[in-house]
């Protein structure tokens, strides 16, 4: 069973920071959808490198989200971002991050679980 939890504002940049140490690497699929723009898959199985707030400049506040491998990264950026919910599972493990700009377009990141992943790529 999954549990969603809304991150506040002012923890954003030290929570997307803790986040982005711990879930390195991490395989995610990154989903946008919205209103108008309908469901749009930006990115499929590719390790995260970095989820992160900029914090000045006339993009403060974006949030950027940077996956692939090196050398050949998709950086994602949500321009202005309002609410940031984590969905997590009874054990705390993350399954979903779920940001939501002020057009209500939802960027949806999914951390594919480990075990998932380790049955997917075991022999048959």
Not at 5 to 25: F, K, M, N, Q
Not at 26 to 36: D, K, N, W, Y
Not at 70 to 95: F, K, N, Q, Y
Request: charged share 30%; hydrophobic share 35%; aromatic share 4%.
């Amino acid at each position: 069973m999954q549990h969603t939890r809304e991150i506040p504002r002012e923890g954003w940049a030290d929570y997307l920071l803790l986040l982005s140490t711990i879930e390195r690497d991490q395989q995610v699929r990154i989903l946008a959808e919205g209103p108008e723009l309908g469901d749009q898959t930006v990115a499929w199985n590719l390790p995260l490198v970095e989820i992160s707030v900029e914090e000045k400049g006339s993009e403060e506040g974006a949030i950027e989200v940077t996956v692939g491998h090196p050398g050949e990264e998709l950086t994602h950026r949500i321009a202005r971002p309002v609410h940031v919910w984590a969905e997590e599972s009874d054990t705390g493990e993350l399954a979903c991050l779920d940001i939501e700009d002020e057009d209500h377009v939802k960027t949806l990141i999914h951390f594919e679980s480990r075990e998932l992943l380790e049955e997917a790529s075991a022999p048959a």
